[in-house]
């Protein structure tokens, strides 16, 4: 269950509440008795490493060969 601070408690304790929500507590911040904010702790992603689709994906040889004339006109392009 969450714990339930009024804003101008947790203004006062900042510093404590957001270390609770790092250890994994769910805070739950309140102006007049309703709810406006929660305090969750951060997911932790995982990191990516460079090369890790290697092998995975292929490029074609004329991936960046001119397009046909026949597509080109179909978006309105001139022949070079």
Not at 24 to 39: C, M, N, Q, S, T
């Amino acid at each position: 269950m969450p714990r339930v601070l009024n804003l101008y408690e947790a203004k006062s304790q900042l510093s404590a509440l957001v270390e609770e929500a790092a250890a994994g507590h769910e805070i739950v911040i309140a102006k007049a008795g309703v709810p406006r904010a929660r305090l969750v702790p951060m997911r932790r992603t995982p990191r990516r490493r460079a090369g890790g689709s290697k092998g995975r994906i292929r490029i074609a040889a004329g991936f960046d060969a001119p397009l046909p004339r026949d597509i080109l006109a179909g978006f309105g392009a001139k022949k070079r």
